[in-house]
């Protein structure tokens, strides 16, 4: 339902009462109390708004700060607005940079729109989601063979710090965003990530003629946590008033982790005693919440791509495996691979798609896939046996298998355009169709006189005779 955020009523007024951190507990004395969500503005100071978290006692509520925390103090009064917190959607939006209130962080001046919507949604029910096994080609080898995306579905980048999940996607978001114009546009939520690579995206995105067809909002990394908590939601408001408009849309969020980080920062303020791993208790119904709003309905698709930073390259963190359970594509970037030399670090083995299944996918790339990771997994056995006395004391047919696995792999590595002006190389496109046709090529032995070098960095599997010459 589209509203505007002007001339909000004055429900009802209470007192600060203590302020630690980022979160206010805030005193509501008489019958009227607040609902979850209210937004709560000083009355000295109407720039200064908190919006209402949780109870804590049968009057008393905690409240995140979404102001500079110095301008709140004990005493001080504040008034309930009565409504949630609101942000611009719509056209006018795209090719913006906004913030959580909705305001311009871009320079390009005011947004001048009259469509704004509550951050907070139900998600959409059962009935309302529509089946879909379409595969969306991102042109990276290694995504779309392996670990392909589903349009309407959810794909996570899984990775430590520095393996390269920005430039991962960043890629995707290049290669996928400018495609169907008129059907799709692109919803891109930073939340606790660098200025600078925000900046970076834009002025990326300008330089590609596609950034007006994107929407960005950010929650950047010197954000108070509160920000950086809400830019999701508020993210997720955007997509979902173009999906209801009759939009594909294609959300990227970067990084999912910090959501769950600036939770859990919050949580603790809060006294909440914490959970496994020291995250807070409600992180799995916070995450799930947040998911299943990025859902396809029948007016249109949501496909969801998120970076998700490992801490100590841990997948077993508490945070990381409650974010696997909504994916239908699983990307594990690997610093073992990335210290090889091999771009995207992408473990092969370790990442997965529910999209590989003769439903989905073509006979050919369903048997590909199982043989390529038949062959991976035997040449990681045989691994061991090299690394002790070395590839020549293989029999005749392992080290066949063992070369062949060697080439699959640097097959699957690519030049990103995104980064062509630090590496100087150009950044290639590849279908699905030629690196399916590449995998094969290589398994059935054509490209065996072939040194394994040659396949390092090329686009389509014939590059490498091209490169040998």
Known sequence: ?????????????????????????????????????????????????????????????YCLCLAHVEEVFRGARVINTGEPLYVPVGDAILGRVIDIFGGPVDGRGEIKTDLYQPIYHDAPVYTEIPESQEILETGIKIM??????????????????????????????????????????????????????????FLDLE????????????????????????????GATIAEHFRDSGKDVLVFMDNIYRYAQAGNELSLLMDTIPSEDGYQATLSSEMGAMHERLTSKKEGAVTAVEAVYVPADDLLDQAVQTVFKYLDSSVVLSRDVYMQGRYPAIDILESGSSAINPDSVSELHYTTVLEAQALLKKADQLERIVSLV??????????????????????MTQNFTVVSGQTGMEGVY????????????????????????????????????????
């Open 1 to 61: 339902m589209e509203e505007s955020i002007k001339n909000k009523s004055k429900v009802n007024t209470a007192r600060i009462i203590g302020v630690k951190g980022f979160v206010v507990e805030v005193e509501f004395m008489g019958d009227q109390k607040p609902q979850i969500h209210d937004i709560l503005i000083m009355e000295s100071n109407d720039k200064v708004k908190l919006q209402v978290f949780r109870s804590s006692t049968k009057n008393n509520f």
């Open 144 to 201: 779309d063979l392996f670990c392909p995306i589903l349009k309407g579905g959810k794909a996570g980048l899984f990775g430590g710090s520095g393996v390269g999940k920005t430039v991962l996607l960043s890629e995707i978001m290049h290669n996928i965003v400018g495609k169907d114009r008129e059907q799709n546009v692109s919803v891109f939520c930073g939340i606790g990530e660098r200025t600078r690579e925000g900046h970076e995206l």
């Open 207 to 234: 330089k590609n003629g596609v950034l007006d067809g994107v929407a960005l909002i950010y929650g950047a990394m010197g954000e108070n946590p509160s920000v950086r908590f809400l830019t999701s939601a508020g």
């Open 390 to 411: 070395g590839e020549a004391e293989l029999s005749e047919e392992d080290r066949t298998f063992y070369q062949r696995a060697n080439k699959l792999r640097n097959f």
């Open 430 to 469: 590849v279908s699905r169709e030629k690196a399916v046709e590449g995998a094969k090529r290589i398994m059935d032995g054509e490209f065996d006189d072939v040194s394994e070098d040659k396949f390092m960095f090329i686009g389509e599997v014939d590059d490498a005779r091209r490169k040998e010459s």
